[in-house]
C-alpha cells in the first residue's frame, strides 16, 4: 500500500509514501486515496493473464467488490507490475484488513494488509 505508485515508460515501479496502517476518527477511518501494487513473475509464454484482487476484512468477508485485472506479456516470461488505485476506502471497525492478489481460480498469489485503528480520546 502506498500513497502513490507509477510505472515509467520502460516499465520501472515507482512508489512514494508506504504504509500499512490508518488512523480513523469519529467511528470511520477513511483511505482518500492510495495504491496497492503487485510485481510478478510471469511463468511460460503468457500473453494476457486475469488477476483477481480481493478486499477482506478480519473474519476473510469482502469489505469491497474484487478487481479483476487483465495483463498483457510478450510471451516470453517477464514481470508485470499491477497497479489499483484506490479512492474513498471507509472502515468503521478497527481491525487488519488484508488486500490479496489471486489467480482467476482464486489461489492466491500475495497479499499485504492494513491495520485500522481508532485511538481514544482521554478527556481532562
Request: proline residues 3%; aromatic residues 10%; glycine residues 14%.
Given at each position: 500500500l502506498c500513497d502513490y505508485a507509477f510505472t515509467t515508460s520502460d516499465n520501472k515501479l515507482s512508489i512514494i509514501g508506504e504504509f500499512d496502517s490508518l488512523m480513523g476518527s469519529g467511528g470511520v477511518a477513511t483511505l482518500t486515496q492510495g495504491f496497492v501494487v503487485g510485481s510478478f513473475d510471469i511463468v511460460g509464454s503468457i500473453k494476457e493473464g486475469r488477476?483477481?484482487?480481493?478486499?477482506?476484512?478480519?473474519?476473510?468477508?469482502?469489505?469491497?467488490?474484487?478487481?479483476?485485472?487483465?495483463?498483457?506479456?510478450?510471451?516470453?516470461?517477464?514481470?508485470?507490475?499491477?497497479?489499483?488505485?484506490?479512492?474513498?476506502l471507509q472502515f468503521s471497525v478497527a481491525g487488519r484488513y488484508t488486500i490479496e492478489f489471486c489467480d482467476i481460480k482464486g489461489k492466491a498469489l500475495g497479499s499485504t494488509f492494513l491495520d485500522v485503528s481508532f485511538p481514544s480520546v482521554v478527556r481532562e
Open positions: 488477476v483477481l484482487v480481493k478486499f477482506l476484512d478480519n473474519y476473510g468477508n469482502n469489505f469491497s467488490p474484487d478487481k479483476e485485472l487483465i495483463f498483457h506479456g510478450n510471451g516470453a516470461g517477464g514481470r508485470v507490475n499491477l497497479l489499483v488505485k484506490l479512492i474513498n
